[in-house]
């Protein structure tokens, strides 16, 4: 499903250094598979997980998807891509502060062409899924953190993507929460979805068919 | 659902989501676009009445020329004139500035068989005995003349006229500070009897070459000037461009200030925007996508502003008349004309005035968004 070939990607800094953020990645995906990357802050695993994810180009290397070199494709075709195979699921939530929970989550089908009677649908149906039926007219702010994540696991899944990828999902959230997530992760694998989880939460190590660990970069 | 229509419903959802935004915006746009489209329906209504007051003139006006400008013509030639062939009519006028304490005021003399029919729009009656005079609005509201009231004027203060009516308020802009009052009457005003500032020569169509060959013949020697209908008209447009110049010129320098201030009001939030276009390139936009909903932002706030500008500047001339800004146009009155003030409004300045706040308020947007757009969205999420 997705596979990478010696990826690197660096950053130079305003001291004109430059920082490889990962270096030589080879990594291997398999469909319908979860996979945890697990290593200490800094080790580079956001920014693996923002290249796998479309988010973000490397430096160096190349990233296959569904056998697809992903690294030559142009800015229209990574969108393309991002809105109908992945979902993201961000630490920070990155919600739009001035939209209701319903709008943040249908907010990635607005430039599909979908009604938006149908769009409220899908999100309501989502969001009770989460155990946000009646926050739906909520704004972000009106909101806890565990219900936050829960907004935007909930606008990840919103395209039914095959391939949820999500940056510390567990981080910011209380423990009970947590379980959720990680139960509904479990749900989604077994649905069918590639789950690729950035963590540190022990949890998930019990339950993934895969764990690369992650330090200064690579991949021990 | 079309996923253009999703996007334009999404942009007029956003402008009433930031409402502060989209109000500096359209205000900006309003203070840029009203006076402008003010003043272009103000002077298209001058020149719409000043062509149409000389097509309902004389075919030909006939003076007399000294140092390449207009000078008195002697009335000894007045009857050898209407005794041409194909000359209906001859009207010999005097029309002068006088000072009626300190205002300056046109003086119209002319005889009463030859008042022409078109002026009406008055209020009491026209003169018919020697010192009476009719008054413009502007000048009767500045002095507050009534019917009956006398007074005279500083080139001949032992002369007195009679006030026996006023041009009303709806009359043109012509008969704001005007006087009128009989060809004798003018003579003895201005210290000249025997002659006329010009003489207005109606003729009949297709006349004009012959007629100008048989003036030719009269004067001789004597240094005339002969203008045509056509010409006068183009000493109106020429005049009147002047006027609008000077408009114009203090108009770009409000014009100048303004659009950095639409600029900065459409920048306005950039930051939460950015941040706002790298969430929904995360999550499955396009760029372009992203540039035709800021566009469609745009092309609603440009809409919305010129639309208001619009109604405002209708307001401004049929509410207000024109307050302030009628001055630049027509001269010697004051801020709030006494007359209505002719005006028209044409479709095309409005559609320009759109198009002018839809460019501004784009250059304010586009580039910052394209910006965002095409970074990786972990930057502009950031």
């Known amino acids: 499903m997705i596979r990478t070939e010696k990826l690197c990607k660096s950053y130079h800094c305003h001291t004109r250094h430059e920082v490889c953020a990962v270096q030589d990645i080879n990594l291997h995906v398999s469909k319908n598979s979860f996979v945890i990357l697990h290593g200490p802050s800094g080790s580079g695993k956001t920014t693996?997980?923002?290249?796998?994810?479309?988010?973000?180009?490397?430096?160096?290397?190349?990233v296959f998807m569904s056998g697809k070199d992903i690294t030559s494709f142009s800015d229209i075709a990574?969108?393309?891509?991002?809105?109908?195979?992945?979902?993201?699921?961000?630490?920070?939530?990155?919600?739009?502060?001035?939209?209701?929970?319903?709008?943040?989550?249908?907010?990635?089908?607005?430039?599909?062409?979908?009604?938006?009677?149908?769009?409220?649908?899908?999100?309501k149906t989502l969001l009770e899924r989460?155990?946000?039926?009646?926050?739906?007219?909520?704004?972000?702010?009106?909101?806890?953190?565990?219900?936050?994540?829960?907004?935007?696991?909930?606008?990840?899944?919103?395209?039914?993507?095959?391939?949820?990828?999500a940056d510390e999902p567990t981080s910011n959230i209380d423990e009970e929460t947590s379980e959720q997530v990680l139960k509904l992760l479990t749900e989604l694998k077994s649905g069918g979805a590639t789950i690729l989880v950035a963590t540190h939460d022990a949890h998930f190590e019990k339950i993934a068919d895969m764990v690369y660990k992650m330090k200064n970069g690579r991949i021990e | 659902m079309n996923k253009h229509l999703n996007l334009f419903f999404l942009a007029t959802e956003n402008l009433l989501r930031h409402r502060t935004k989209t109000i500096v915006v359209c205000l900006c746009i309003i203070a840029i676009l009203s006076p402008f489209i003010t003043a272009v329906a103000i002077s298209e209504g001058i020149r719409a009445q000043s062509l149409v007051s000389v097509k309902a003139g004389a075919d030909l006006y006939l003076t007399f020329d000294e140092f390449g400008r207009n000078a008195a013509i002697p009335l000894k030639y007045l009857d050898e004139i209407k005794k041409i062939f194909g000359v209906t009519k001859a009207i010999p006028r005097i029309i002068g500035r006088a000072f009626?304490?300190?205002?300056?005021?046109v003086i119209v003399g002319i005889n009463k068989e030859d008042i022409p029919e078109s002026i009406s729009c008055i209020s009491g009656r026209m003169f018919e005995h020697p010192n009476e005079v009719v008054v413009g609005c502007e000048l009767a509201n500045h002095f507050k003349?009534?019917?009956?009231?006398?007074?005279?004027?500083?080139?001949?203060?032992?002369?007195?006229?009679?006030?026996?009516?006023?041009?009303?308020?709806?009359?043109?802009?012509?008969?704001?500070?005007?006087?009128?009052?009989?060809?004798?009457d003018a003579g003895e005003l201005f210290g000249k009897q025997d002659v006329a500032t010009d003489i207005q020569i109606h003729t009949l169509p297709g006349h004009n070459s012959e007629i100008a060959t048989d003036l030719y013949d009269i004067f001789q020697n004597e240094p005339y000037r002969l203008q045509?209908?056509?010409?006068?008209?183009?000493?109106?447009?020429?005049?009147?461009?002047?006027?609008?110049?000077?408009?114009?010129a203090l108009y770009l320098v409000a014009f100048a200030l303004g659009i950095p201030a639409i600029l900065v009001a459409s920048g306005f939030g950039l930051s939460e925007r950015k941040r706002e276009i790298g969430i929904m390139k995360a999550t499955g936009w396009h760029t372009l996508e992203v540039l035709e909903l800021i566009s469609f932002e745009q092309l609603l706030i440009s809409l919305l502003g010129a639309a208001i500008a619009i109604v405002l500047s209708i307001l401004w001339v049929k509410g207000f008349n024109g307050v302030f800004i009628a001055q630049f146009f027509v001269s010697e009155i004051t801020m709030l004309p006494k007359f209505t003030?002719?005006?028209k409004f044409l479709p095309l300045p409005c559609i320009l005035s759109f198009f002018f706040a839809f460019i501004l308020t784009m250059v304010g947007s586009v580039y910052s968004t394209w910006r965002a757009s095409t970074e990786s969205p972990v930057v502009s999420m950031k």
Do not use: C
């Open chain 2, 341 to 343: 003030l002719p005006a």
């Open chain 1, 78 to 123: 990574l969108s393309r891509l991002r809105r109908e195979k992945i979902g993201f699921i961000f630490q920070d939530f990155h919600l739009i502060p001035r939209l209701t929970s319903w709008e943040n989550v249908s907010y990635p089908l607005i430039p599909v062409g979908i009604s938006p009677q149908k769009r409220y649908e899908r999100a």
């Open chain 1, 48 to 62: 693996l997980l923002n290249i796998l994810g479309a988010l973000d180009r490397p430096t160096d290397g190349k």
């Open chain 2, 145 to 184: 003349l009534n019917i009956g009231d006398q007074f005279s004027m500083r080139e001949q203060q032992r002369k007195t006229f009679t006030v026996v009516g006023f041009f009303s308020s709806a009359s043109s802009i012509w008969g704001s500070s005007m006087i009128f009052m009989s060809f004798r």
């Open chain 2, 228 to 248: 045509d209908k056509h010409m006068v008209e183009l000493y109106f447009k020429k005049g009147f461009m002047l006027k609008e110049g000077v408009f114009s």
């Open chain 2, 100 to 105: 009626v304490q300190n205002k300056l005021a």
């Open chain 1, 130 to 165: 989460m155990g946000l039926g009646d926050r739906l007219d909520h704004s972000p702010e009106e909101l806890s953190g565990g219900q936050r994540q829960r907004v935007a696991i909930a606008r990840a899944l919103v395209n039914n993507p095959e391939i949820i990828i």
